[in-house]
Protein backbone atom coordinates (compact mmCIF):
# COMPACT_ATOMS: atom_id res chain seq x y z
CA UNK A 1 0.00 0.00 0.00
CA UNK A 2 1.48 3.51 -0.72
CA UNK A 3 1.61 6.24 1.95
CA UNK A 4 0.29 9.17 1.99
CA UNK A 5 2.76 11.95 1.34
CA UNK A 6 1.97 12.86 5.01
CA UNK A 7 2.78 9.39 6.40
CA UNK A 8 6.16 9.16 4.29
CA UNK A 9 7.06 12.31 6.52
CA UNK A 10 6.67 10.55 9.47
CA UNK A 11 9.82 9.04 10.54
CA UNK A 12 11.06 12.45 10.60
CA UNK A 13 8.56 13.46 12.97
CA UNK A 14 8.95 11.49 15.35
CA UNK A 15 9.14 14.15 18.03
CA UNK A 16 5.69 15.38 17.35
CA UNK A 17 2.73 14.36 19.04
CA UNK A 18 0.39 12.06 16.79
CA UNK A 19 -3.06 13.46 16.39
CA UNK A 20 -5.68 11.51 14.82
CA UNK A 21 -8.75 13.37 12.77
CA UNK A 22 -12.00 10.85 11.94
CA UNK A 23 -13.65 12.00 8.87
CA UNK A 24 -16.23 10.48 6.91
CA UNK A 25 -18.83 13.00 5.62
CA UNK A 26 -18.52 16.53 3.49
CA UNK A 27 -19.03 18.55 6.46
CA UNK A 28 -17.01 17.32 9.09
CA UNK A 29 -13.77 17.58 6.50
CA UNK A 30 -15.31 21.18 5.78
CA UNK A 31 -15.39 22.06 9.68
CA UNK A 32 -11.45 20.26 10.22
CA UNK A 33 -9.37 21.06 7.31
CA UNK A 34 -8.41 24.60 9.01
CA UNK A 35 -7.69 23.18 11.90
CA UNK A 36 -5.87 20.22 10.08
CA UNK A 37 -3.77 22.96 8.10
CA UNK A 38 -2.39 24.46 11.56
CA UNK A 39 -1.53 21.00 13.19
CA UNK A 40 0.32 20.21 9.92
CA UNK A 41 2.24 23.42 10.03
CA UNK A 42 2.90 23.32 13.29
CA UNK A 43 5.88 22.15 15.50
CA UNK A 44 4.29 19.96 18.03
CA UNK A 45 1.86 18.06 15.84
CA UNK A 46 1.71 15.39 13.46
CA UNK A 47 -2.29 15.12 12.09
CA UNK A 48 -3.42 12.27 10.34
CA UNK A 49 -6.44 12.15 8.36
CA UNK A 50 -8.44 8.85 8.55
CA UNK A 51 -11.35 8.48 6.36
CA UNK A 52 -14.16 6.42 7.23
CA UNK A 53 -16.29 6.51 3.66
CA UNK A 54 -19.28 7.07 6.07
CA UNK A 55 -20.60 8.89 2.47
CA UNK A 56 -18.76 9.38 -0.70
CA UNK A 57 -16.88 12.73 -0.61
CA UNK A 58 -16.19 14.71 -3.69
CA UNK A 59 -12.04 14.23 -4.63
CA UNK A 60 -12.81 18.06 -5.79
CA UNK A 61 -12.91 18.79 -2.21
CA UNK A 62 -10.34 17.21 -0.77
CA UNK A 63 -8.31 18.84 -3.85
CA UNK A 64 -9.02 22.10 -3.48
CA UNK A 65 -8.74 22.61 -0.35
CA UNK A 66 -5.04 21.22 -0.63
CA UNK A 67 -5.47 17.68 1.56
CA UNK A 68 -5.24 14.00 1.07
CA UNK A 69 -6.71 11.17 3.10
CA UNK A 70 -3.53 9.21 5.22
CA UNK A 71 -6.15 6.38 6.15
CA UNK A 72 -9.11 4.99 4.48
CA UNK A 73 -11.03 3.23 5.80
CA UNK A 74 -12.95 0.32 3.83
CA UNK A 75 -16.79 1.16 3.03
CA UNK A 76 -19.32 -0.90 4.75
CA UNK A 77 -20.01 -3.33 2.52
CA UNK A 78 -23.44 -2.70 0.28
CA UNK A 79 -23.56 0.71 1.43
CA UNK A 80 -25.82 -0.02 4.80
CA UNK A 81 -27.55 2.43 6.46
CA UNK A 82 -28.34 0.13 9.36
CA UNK A 83 -26.49 1.94 12.13
CA UNK A 84 -25.78 -1.26 14.32
CA UNK A 85 -23.93 -2.52 11.30
CA UNK A 86 -22.31 0.94 10.68
CA UNK A 87 -20.80 1.80 14.13
CA UNK A 88 -19.97 -2.18 14.50
CA UNK A 89 -18.44 -1.49 10.96
CA UNK A 90 -16.12 1.63 11.87
CA UNK A 91 -14.98 0.74 15.88
CA UNK A 92 -13.79 -3.20 14.00
CA UNK A 93 -12.15 -1.42 11.19
CA UNK A 94 -10.25 1.52 13.72
CA UNK A 95 -9.08 -2.13 15.65
CA UNK A 96 -7.19 -3.26 12.55
CA UNK A 97 -5.77 -0.24 11.10
CA UNK A 98 -4.18 0.74 14.77
CA UNK A 99 -3.93 -2.58 16.89
CA UNK A 100 -2.52 -5.06 14.41
CA UNK A 101 1.59 -5.81 14.35
CA UNK A 102 1.40 -4.37 10.66
CA UNK A 103 0.09 -0.92 11.76
CA UNK A 104 1.34 2.23 10.35
CA UNK A 105 0.78 3.54 13.65
CA UNK A 106 0.39 1.89 16.45
CA UNK A 107 -1.92 2.87 19.25
CA UNK A 108 0.20 3.56 22.16
CA UNK A 109 1.79 6.06 19.61
CA UNK A 110 -1.64 8.18 19.20
CA UNK A 111 -1.78 11.13 21.53
CA UNK A 112 -5.28 12.06 20.91
CA UNK A 113 -8.53 11.70 18.39
CA UNK A 114 -10.22 15.03 16.94
CA UNK A 115 -13.80 14.33 16.17
CA UNK A 116 -16.26 16.72 14.68
CA UNK A 117 -19.98 16.99 15.02
CA UNK A 118 -22.26 14.49 15.41
CA UNK A 119 -22.19 11.63 13.13
CA UNK A 120 -21.48 7.76 13.02
CA UNK A 121 -18.15 8.15 12.27
CA UNK A 122 -17.35 10.71 15.07
CA UNK A 123 -18.91 8.62 17.95
CA UNK A 124 -17.44 5.80 16.70
CA UNK A 125 -13.97 7.55 16.70
CA UNK A 126 -14.81 9.38 19.94
CA UNK A 127 -15.94 5.52 21.68
CA UNK A 128 -12.89 3.77 20.40
CA UNK A 129 -10.54 6.60 21.52
CA UNK A 130 -12.01 6.70 25.24
CA UNK A 131 -12.41 2.53 25.46
CA UNK A 132 -8.61 2.72 24.22
CA UNK A 133 -7.46 5.31 27.07
CA UNK A 134 -6.34 7.84 24.27
CA UNK A 135 -7.74 12.07 25.25
CA UNK A 136 -10.53 13.06 22.71
CA UNK A 137 -11.00 16.07 21.33
CA UNK A 138 -14.53 17.76 20.19
CA UNK A 139 -15.10 20.05 17.81
CA UNK A 140 -18.71 21.55 17.58
CA UNK A 141 -19.49 20.34 21.01
CA UNK A 142 -22.22 21.02 23.28
CA UNK A 143 -25.16 21.07 20.86
CA UNK A 144 -28.01 19.65 22.33
CA UNK A 145 -31.96 19.83 21.65
CA UNK A 146 -32.56 17.77 24.35
CA UNK A 147 -35.11 14.88 22.59
CA UNK A 148 -33.05 11.67 21.51
CA UNK A 149 -35.37 11.81 18.70
CA UNK A 150 -34.89 14.93 17.09
CA UNK A 151 -32.93 14.82 15.43
CA UNK A 152 -32.01 10.37 15.62
CA UNK A 153 -29.13 9.60 16.41
CA UNK A 154 -27.32 12.21 16.50
CA UNK A 155 -28.47 13.91 19.59
CA UNK A 156 -27.58 10.99 21.52
CA UNK A 157 -23.89 10.57 19.76
CA UNK A 158 -23.30 14.20 20.69
CA UNK A 159 -23.85 13.62 23.95
CA UNK A 160 -22.04 10.58 24.16
CA UNK A 161 -19.00 12.16 22.51
CA UNK A 162 -18.88 14.84 25.32
CA UNK A 163 -18.83 12.81 27.80
CA UNK A 164 -16.00 10.71 26.45
CA UNK A 165 -13.98 13.61 25.36
CA UNK A 166 -11.02 15.13 27.51
CA UNK A 167 -11.43 18.40 25.21
CA UNK A 168 -14.92 19.63 24.56
CA UNK A 169 -14.56 22.90 21.81
CA UNK A 170 -18.08 24.64 22.10
CA UNK A 171 -19.45 27.02 19.60
CA UNK A 172 -20.93 29.86 21.78
CA UNK A 173 -21.38 30.48 25.70
CA UNK A 174 -24.98 28.51 24.82
CA UNK A 175 -23.04 24.88 24.22
CA UNK A 176 -20.74 25.40 26.89
CA UNK A 177 -23.61 25.83 29.46
CA UNK A 178 -25.57 23.00 27.91
CA UNK A 179 -22.20 20.46 28.84
CA UNK A 180 -21.99 22.18 32.09
CA UNK A 181 -25.29 21.13 33.11
CA UNK A 182 -24.65 17.75 31.87
CA UNK A 183 -22.34 17.52 34.98
CA UNK A 184 -19.13 18.02 32.43
CA UNK A 185 -16.32 19.69 34.18
CA UNK A 186 -16.12 23.63 32.47
CA UNK A 187 -12.38 22.91 32.85
CA UNK A 188 -12.60 20.50 29.97
CA UNK A 189 -15.00 23.19 27.42
CA UNK A 190 -13.39 26.25 25.81
CA UNK A 191 -15.77 28.78 23.89
CA UNK A 192 -14.05 29.13 20.43
CA UNK A 193 -16.60 29.29 17.86
CA UNK A 194 -17.72 27.18 14.76
CA UNK A 195 -14.69 26.24 12.58
CA UNK A 196 -17.42 26.28 9.94
CA UNK A 197 -16.52 29.97 10.28
CA UNK A 198 -13.11 29.47 9.13
CA UNK A 199 -13.72 27.86 6.11
CA UNK A 200 -16.43 30.03 4.62
CA UNK A 201 -14.12 32.70 5.85
CA UNK A 202 -10.86 31.20 4.04
CA UNK A 203 -12.63 30.01 0.83
CA UNK A 204 -14.36 33.80 0.69
CA UNK A 205 -11.00 34.95 0.67
CA UNK A 206 -9.48 32.47 -2.17
CA UNK A 207 -12.48 33.20 -4.18
CA UNK A 208 -13.08 29.61 -4.11
CA UNK A 209 -16.88 29.62 -3.95
CA UNK A 210 -18.89 28.89 -7.08
CA UNK A 211 -21.15 31.36 -8.51
CA UNK A 212 -24.47 29.40 -9.20
CA UNK A 213 -26.49 29.29 -12.92
CA UNK A 214 -29.53 30.32 -10.97
CA UNK A 215 -30.61 33.86 -9.76
CA UNK A 216 -33.75 34.83 -7.75
CA UNK A 217 -34.27 31.80 -5.88
CA UNK A 218 -35.53 30.24 -2.77
CA UNK A 219 -33.05 27.43 -2.19
CA UNK A 220 -35.28 24.35 -0.57
CA UNK A 221 -33.31 20.96 0.95
CA UNK A 222 -35.05 18.44 3.61
CA UNK A 223 -32.67 15.34 4.06
CA UNK A 224 -33.00 14.26 7.63
CA UNK A 225 -33.65 10.55 8.91
CA UNK A 226 -36.57 11.65 11.25
CA UNK A 227 -38.28 13.21 8.81
CA UNK A 228 -38.59 11.03 5.97
CA UNK A 229 -42.39 10.63 6.53
CA UNK A 230 -42.53 14.17 6.49
CA UNK A 231 -41.39 14.16 2.69
CA UNK A 232 -45.16 14.09 1.53
CA UNK A 233 -46.16 16.87 3.27
CA UNK A 234 -43.04 18.92 2.40
CA UNK A 235 -43.62 18.20 -1.33
CA UNK A 236 -47.27 19.27 -0.41
CA UNK A 237 -46.63 22.72 0.92
CA UNK A 238 -43.92 23.63 -1.81
CA UNK A 239 -46.78 23.28 -4.08
CA UNK A 240 -49.17 25.13 -2.37
CA UNK A 241 -46.33 28.39 -1.87
CA UNK A 242 -46.17 28.43 -5.76
CA UNK A 243 -49.98 28.02 -6.13
CA UNK A 244 -50.88 30.60 -3.76
CA UNK A 245 -48.14 33.18 -5.14
CA UNK A 246 -46.53 33.25 -1.54
CA UNK A 247 -42.65 34.53 -3.33
CA UNK A 248 -41.80 35.99 -6.47
CA UNK A 249 -38.55 33.69 -6.71
CA UNK A 250 -38.02 29.88 -7.91
CA UNK A 251 -37.92 27.40 -5.80
CA UNK A 252 -34.72 25.39 -6.20
CA UNK A 253 -35.01 22.10 -4.14
CA UNK A 254 -32.18 20.12 -4.26
CA UNK A 255 -33.84 16.14 -3.83
CA UNK A 256 -32.51 13.32 -1.42
CA UNK A 257 -30.75 10.57 -3.38
CA UNK A 258 -32.81 8.18 -1.55
CA UNK A 259 -35.09 6.41 -4.08
CA UNK A 260 -38.29 6.42 -0.99
CA UNK A 261 -37.84 9.99 -0.24
CA UNK A 262 -37.40 11.04 -4.06
CA UNK A 263 -40.58 8.67 -4.65
CA UNK A 264 -42.26 10.26 -1.65
CA UNK A 265 -41.52 13.68 -3.28
CA UNK A 266 -42.44 13.17 -6.72
CA UNK A 267 -45.67 11.81 -6.25
CA UNK A 268 -47.36 15.02 -4.61
CA UNK A 269 -46.56 16.21 -8.40
CA UNK A 270 -48.13 13.42 -10.33
CA UNK A 271 -44.67 13.29 -12.26
CA UNK A 272 -44.90 16.81 -13.53
CA UNK A 273 -43.35 19.64 -12.06
CA UNK A 274 -44.76 23.53 -11.37
CA UNK A 275 -42.86 25.77 -13.82
CA UNK A 276 -41.49 28.11 -10.85
CA UNK A 277 -40.04 24.34 -9.03
CA UNK A 278 -36.60 23.33 -10.27
CA UNK A 279 -35.17 20.27 -8.98
CA UNK A 280 -31.91 19.83 -8.31
CA UNK A 281 -30.01 16.23 -7.59
CA UNK A 282 -27.69 16.07 -4.84
CA UNK A 283 -24.89 18.07 -4.78
CA UNK A 284 -21.69 16.51 -4.38
CA UNK A 285 -19.41 20.27 -4.90
CA UNK A 286 -18.92 22.03 -1.55
CA UNK A 287 -17.91 24.81 -3.33
CA UNK A 288 -20.92 24.86 -5.60
CA UNK A 289 -23.27 24.22 -2.61
CA UNK A 290 -22.06 27.08 -0.67
CA UNK A 291 -22.49 29.45 -4.06
CA UNK A 292 -25.95 28.56 -4.21
CA UNK A 293 -26.50 29.05 0.02
CA UNK A 294 -24.94 33.00 -0.36
CA UNK A 295 -27.08 33.50 -3.70
CA UNK A 296 -30.05 32.87 -2.44
CA UNK A 297 -32.59 34.66 -1.40
CA UNK A 298 -34.54 32.57 1.34
CA UNK A 299 -33.71 28.60 2.41
CA UNK A 300 -36.07 26.27 3.46
CA UNK A 301 -34.47 23.65 5.49
CA UNK A 302 -33.78 20.62 7.99
CA UNK A 303 -30.13 20.92 7.42
CA UNK A 304 -27.85 22.26 10.47
CA UNK A 305 -25.32 23.10 8.45
CA UNK A 306 -27.76 25.59 6.35
CA UNK A 307 -28.87 27.06 9.32
CA UNK A 308 -24.83 27.96 9.75
CA UNK A 309 -24.23 29.13 6.40
CA UNK A 310 -27.39 31.29 5.95
CA UNK A 311 -26.92 33.11 9.24
CA UNK A 312 -23.22 33.92 8.00
CA UNK A 313 -24.39 35.27 4.79
CA UNK A 314 -27.62 37.09 6.60
CA UNK A 315 -30.57 35.09 4.33
CA UNK A 316 -33.57 34.52 6.26
CA UNK A 317 -33.84 30.88 7.05
CA UNK A 318 -37.21 28.84 7.76
CA UNK A 319 -36.35 25.37 9.99
CA UNK A 320 -38.21 22.45 8.93
CA UNK A 321 -37.85 20.84 12.35
CA UNK A 322 -39.29 20.31 15.56
CA UNK A 323 -36.17 21.92 17.11
CA UNK A 324 -33.22 22.84 16.40
CA UNK A 325 -29.31 22.53 18.31
CA UNK A 326 -28.44 25.67 17.25
CA UNK A 327 -30.86 28.55 19.21
CA UNK A 328 -28.68 31.13 18.22
CA UNK A 329 -29.79 31.09 14.59
CA UNK A 330 -33.36 31.72 16.32
CA UNK A 331 -32.29 35.13 17.35
CA UNK A 332 -30.75 36.50 14.20
CA UNK A 333 -32.37 35.02 10.74
CA UNK A 334 -34.12 31.82 11.30
CA UNK A 335 -37.36 30.47 12.65
CA UNK A 336 -38.93 26.73 13.24
CA UNK A 337 -41.73 25.82 10.94
CA UNK A 338 -42.35 22.22 11.56
CA UNK A 339 -44.69 21.54 8.99
CA UNK A 340 -47.67 23.74 9.30
CA UNK A 341 -48.56 25.40 6.31
CA UNK A 342 -49.54 28.39 8.29
CA UNK A 343 -46.29 28.88 9.90
CA UNK A 344 -44.28 28.56 6.28
CA UNK A 345 -46.52 31.23 4.61
CA UNK A 346 -46.00 33.32 7.77
CA UNK A 347 -42.69 33.20 7.68
CA UNK A 348 -42.11 34.09 3.99
CA UNK A 349 -44.58 36.92 4.28
CA UNK A 350 -42.43 38.35 6.89
CA UNK A 351 -38.75 36.94 5.54
CA UNK A 352 -36.98 40.14 5.52
CA UNK A 353 -37.91 40.80 9.22
CA UNK A 354 -36.03 37.73 10.18
CA UNK A 355 -32.89 38.93 8.53
CA UNK A 356 -30.04 40.04 10.95
CA UNK A 357 -30.30 43.70 12.07
CA UNK A 358 -26.56 44.88 12.31
CA UNK A 359 -25.17 46.48 9.01
CA UNK A 360 -21.93 44.33 8.26
CA UNK A 361 -22.31 42.33 5.31
CA UNK A 362 -21.53 38.81 7.40
CA UNK A 363 -22.53 37.68 10.96
CA UNK A 364 -20.44 36.81 13.13
CA UNK A 365 -21.74 35.05 16.20
CA UNK A 366 -20.06 32.03 15.14
CA UNK A 367 -16.49 33.64 15.11
CA UNK A 368 -14.56 35.62 13.52
CA UNK A 369 -12.77 32.80 11.89
CA UNK A 370 -9.81 32.14 14.56
CA UNK A 371 -11.49 29.29 16.29
CA UNK A 372 -9.25 26.89 14.95
CA UNK A 373 -5.91 28.97 15.74
CA UNK A 374 -7.55 28.82 19.51
CA UNK A 375 -8.12 25.26 19.71
CA UNK A 376 -4.38 25.07 18.45
CA UNK A 377 -3.49 27.09 21.16
CA UNK A 378 -5.37 24.89 23.90
CA UNK A 379 -3.71 22.14 22.33
CA UNK A 380 -0.48 23.40 23.18
CA UNK A 381 -1.63 24.07 26.46
CA UNK A 382 -3.36 20.67 27.14
CA UNK A 383 -0.27 18.41 26.02
CA UNK A 384 1.93 20.84 27.74
CA UNK A 385 4.48 22.39 24.75
Not at 166 to 179: A, E, Q
Not at 191 to 206: C, F, M, Q, W
Not at 227 to 254: C, F, P, Q, R
Request: net charge negative; aromatic share 10%; with cysteine.
Amino acid sequence: MELSKNLQSLGQNKHKKVILLVFGTRPEIIKLFILYRILKNSEEFFPVLVNTCQQKISGDVLEHIGIEDDITIEQIPNRSTDLNQLNAHLMNKLTEKFNSPAAIISKKDIAGIIVQGDTASAYSGAIWGFLNEIPVIHVEAGLRTFDHQNPFPEEFFRESIGRASSLNFCPTHISYDNLVREGISPKKNYIVGNTINDAIIYLIKENKIKEPKYDNYLLSTLHRRENWDNVSKYATILNNVITDGLVDEDILHIIHPNPLVKDRFNSVFGGKYPEKLKIKEPVHDYFEMLGLVRNSEIILTDSGGLQEESLFFNIPCGVMRKVTERPEVLDKNAKLLTFDINNVNDFLKHAEEYKSKNTSEFDYTYGDGTTSEQIYEVLKTFYKL
